[in-house]
């Protein structure tokens, strides 16, 4: 059994420029438009169980890398977006 070529980790020779968090996170935040953000204390409650999904995706190799980047980038979008006390009006 022969070895499989190891994984280029360097630059690349392709057309597009390498995808990075932040291209993500911008992705997800456009994905958002129209949509509001939980409060962060929403979105703690349901942190754990949006990591254990992940998790299991990982596990059960049902998502790629690139899925499973996005599905984090859109946690860090949701948590940086988050509505604070002083975002809503005094009444």
Do not use: F, W
């Amino acid at each position: 059994m022969e070895d499989p070529p190891p994984y280029h980790i360097g630059p690349t020779n392709s057309a597009e420029p390498p995808l990075t968090i932040e291209a993500l996170i911008a992705q997800a935040h456009a994905q958002r438009q129209g949509i509001p953000y939980g409060t962060g204390e929403q979105l703690l409650q349901r942190l754990s169980e949006r990591l254990r999904a992940l998790c299991d995706c990982v596990l059960s190799s049902k998502a790629n890398i690139g899925e499973l980047a996005y599905g984090l980038a859109s946690i860090i979008d949701a948590l940086e977006n988050a509505p604070t006390h002083t975002d809503r009006p005094l009444h």
